[in-house]
Nanobody, 126 residues
Framework: QAQMVESGGGLVQAGDSLRLSCAAPKLTFATSALGWFRQAPGKERDFVAA????????AYSDPVKGRFRVSADYMNDVVYLQMDNLKPEDTAIYYC???????????????????WGQGTRVTVSS
């Protein structure tokens, strides 16, 4: 059983938008920085976006900067990844992750995260 559950993936055309969501346990959500990663076929898992524990600091990888936006809904314990102007190179399985922390930093490395979702598939056709 996954502790975090992603949804919202699908098949879209280049230029379209998707919003991924990740539901997290309340305790995890309240005590963790959150991140999004993706893994394309035959590739390593790459950092996509991150948000700090208090939701006030953000980070994005260069390929998605300006197109993707991460946010958190603290009422419902859900983290989102809004993806606009999707490109074929965005095709991947997307994972959300949580890292328990007492600070307000953002984290870039998958090795730093403690809890992961099962992934949701995004396919962008040209």
């Amino acid at each position: 059983q996954a502790q975090m559950v992603e949804s919202g993936g699908g098949l879209v055309q280049a230029g379209d938008s998707l919003r991924l969501s990740c539901a997290a346990p309340k305790l995890t959500f309240a005590t963790s920085a959150l991140g999004w990663f993706r893994q394309a076929p035959g590739k390593e898992r790459d950092f996509v976006a991150a948000i700090s524990r208090n939701g006030l600091a953000f980070a994005y990888s260069d390929p998605v900067k300006g197109r993707f936006r991460v946010s958190a809904d603290y009422m419902n314990d859900v983290v989102y990844l809004q993806m606009d102007n999707l490109k074929p190179e965005d095709t991947a399985i997307y994972y959300c992750a949580a890292k328990r922390t007492t600070n307000e930093d953002v984290y870039y490395g998958s090795i730093e995260y403690d809890t992961w979702g099962q992934g949701t598939r995004v396919t962008v056709s040209s």
